[in-house]
């Protein structure tokens, strides 16, 4: 296994599900687009707009609409994209890394920035002009072309900026499907909207009641989506709205059990019923809102967006065509907002909010990769184009200048981005198995700082040899070498002390700066040890329900001097960085890093070997199992 597939088996569930399908509909998404084009410049590429120009209706007895076929995709399957994009706003908000304000802060701003600028620079050129109102056009990245981008770049795109800029792509989406809403919307009818906010209410309620009735919610949404076309707001936006009314949690360790116990007994005597119970209880462990996303973000991926660039991205490319967006403050607005516009804002908005202390960069994340990051987010394509159609509806010249500038932008901040990684790279955090050769490091670490009064340590002081770890309670690899670190304690008794710091990976386990921070505060009542085991125990359950309920069986109080634990947890983590920790867990013994396995019987011979005075035994391996 690589080092890179590693890495992206080892990110959450549901991120890796997102990134491994956008990654992989790239090159669907691409020959669509190519498709479109070859159509559109055939001998026979009038027939393109013939086609995508034809009409389909749908009636019920005297009452119905019809729509291009264009516009079927447009206002029709591109409102199942938006509710993708739905669901995973929520989810973030919900379960994921948007829950934790500092780690969202960055991406979040560095988004708006990358909104804004772009606009502004197009603006700039074509303020006055007949091109004035596509200042939407620049405004938001194709997700799919940029992680496709960035997988083909392989290891010089860390782990940590794939992360950052998913998370700068829900925000990214997000206020462009606002722009498009507010911004694009014509012929306001007041009677629709307000049918459509009634039938949305109707669906809060279902939820308020606990009524979970598939078709409803399907008719409801289908109505939500009919009124929001027929009041002039774009519908895509009720996409957007009911993905984000779709319930989403994290699996209680109730319904676990129950699953597993339900699991069981059919094992042990198969039946029908049993067999129906059993489907339900374990679809039950996990929300609605992730296995919507799992059934249908390979149809949007693979499906919905190769059909949407097939049916926009046809544009002539004959010579009369690029002499006429040569010249165009269209196409030049375009271009500039994707490359310079996108690169500046996204840099800007990222350099604010860490200058001014608002939040961090996830990982080891370095400028160098942030910059390449911003550079190919200027890849502007699905929702470029979408808006190209809204900002020069029946406009075909415009539409021809736009979508060359798009095609071109695109290119061009794809070139850049790929020159960014090559000269302004410098590596960050990479994740490797355990058994494979740890990256060379760009600085020389700092050694672990002393055992102090502070630290949370097993064993006796005098002991003459120490061994650190630096763990995270929602990482797997430290859940399993707990035991090996509970035999090795057992085989030297007082002739081994064992501390524990924090080393939260908030990047790729969204529980794992709150447990850091709830074990601290257990240790303000001299039970982080007893917590340290529990967390442990319940890897699977660490949502803010299941902390509380642990603390409560442990007997202690409302938390309290939350921002010192914080500050306490964060600072192991800055320290073990300086000493060179990349991922979990990591061992020093005696100050040294040890390379080996973390099984009992190798980390019980490295303890021998440093009581002899001998170096570790000479497995090779990494100092880090997880990033």
């Not at 409102?79 to 908000?93: A, C, K, M, P, Y």
């Not at 159609?389 to 415009?398: H, M, T, Y």
């Not at 090795?488 to 700066?513: I, S």
Request: with cysteine.
């Amino acid at each position: 296994m690589t080092e890179r597939s590693f890495a992206v088996r080892a990110l959450p569930e549901g991120l890796r599900a997102f990134l491994t399908t956008e990654t992989g509909s790239t090159s669907v998404l691409l020959a669509g687009t190519v498709a479109g084009l070859v159509w559109a410049n055939l001998p026979t590429g009038y027939s393109y707009e013939e086609f995508w120009h034809t009409d389909l209706a749908v009636s019920l007895g005297e009452h119905g609409f019809s729509l291009s076929l264009r516009e079927w995709v447009n206002d029709g399957l591109m409102t199942l994209f938006f509710f993708v994009i739905g669901l995973e706003v929520s989810r973030e908000f919900r379960l994921g890394q948007l829950r934790d304000r500092r780690l969202v802060a960055v991406p979040a701003v560095a988004a708006l920035g990358g909104v804004i600028l772009p606009a502004v620079v197009y603006i700039a050129l074509n303020a006055g002009g007949p091109g004035a109102s596509g200042w939407g056009i620049p405004i938001a990245s194709d997700t799919a072309f940029v992680l496709g981008l960035l997988a083909v770049i392989g290891t010089r795109c860390p782990e940590p900026l794939r992360a950052f800029l998913l998370t700068l792509a829900v925000v990214d989406d997000v206020a462009a499907i606002l722009v498009v809403a507010v911004f694009y919307t014509e012929d306001l009818s007041p009677l629709a909207l307000a049918a459509a906010v009634v039938l949305v209410g109707l669906i809060v309620a279902l939820r308020w009641l606990r009524i979970w009735r598939a078709p409803a919610y399907t008719l409801l949404g289908i109505g939500v989506w009919a009124a929001m076309l027929a009041s002039g707001v774009h519908p895509t936006l009720a996409g957007l709205l009911l993905g984000v009314l779709v319930a989403v949690y994290a699996p209680t360790e109730y319904k676990l059990l129950a699953a597993s116990e339900i699991v069981q007994a059919l094992s042990r005597d198969p039946s029908p019923a049993l067999a129906t119970e059993a489907l339900r209880t374990v679809r039950r462990t996990v929300s609605v809102n992730e296995r919507l996303q799992l059934r249908m973000h390979p149809w949007t991926s693979y499906v919905i967006v190769p059909i949407f660039a097939l049916a926009n991205a046809g544009v002539v490319l004959d010579g009369e065509a690029l002499r006429a967006a040569a010249t165009s403050p269209v196409t030049h607005g375009i271009v500039a907002g994707l490359v310079l516009g996108k690169f500046a804002g996204i840099a800007a908005g990222a350099w604010l909010p860490l200058r001014l202390n608002w939040g961090d960069l996830p990982g080891n994340l370095v400028w160098g990769q942030l910059l390449g990051g911003a550079a190919v987010s200027g890849i502007g394509f699905t929702v470029s184009l979408f808006v190209t159609e809204l900002a020069f509806s029946g406009e075909s010249d415009l539409q021809s200048d736009a979508k060359i500038g798009i095609i071109a932008g695109s290119v061009l901040a794809a070139v850049c981005g790929w020159v960014v990684f090559r000269l302004a790279w410098n590596r960050g955090a990479v994740c490797a198995p355990p058994g494979a050769p740890p990256p060379e490091p760009d600085l020389v670490p700092e050694p672990p700082p002393p055992v102090t009064a502070r630290d949370h340590v097993l064993g006796p002081g005098d002991a003459p040899v120490t061994l650190i770890e630096y763990g995270d309670f929602e990482c797997p690899y430290c859940g399993r070498a707990k035991d090996a670190i509970k035999a090795t304690r057992e085989h030297w008794g007082d002739r081994l002390r064992f501390v524990f710091r924090h080393f939260p990976l908030r990047e790729v386990h969204p529980h794992a700066f709150s447990t850091a921070v709830v074990s601290e505060a257990a240790a303000d009542a001299g039970r982080f040890w007893e917590m340290h085991d529990l967390l442990f125990e319940n890897q699977l359950a660490l949502t803010d329900a299941d902390l509380t309920e642990y603390g409560d069986r442990l007997g202690l109080q409302a938390w309290s001097d939350l921002d010192r634990h914080r500050e306490r947890v964060q600072s192991d983590r800055d320290k073990g960085e300086r000493a060179g920790v990349s991922g979990t867990p990591t061992f020093f013994i005696n100050g040294s890093p040890y390379d080996g396995p973390y099984d009992a019987e190798s980390l019980t011979a490295a303890i021998g070997a440093a009581l002899n005075d001998e170096p570790p035994p000479p497995e090779a391996g990494s100092v880090g199992g997880e990033s």
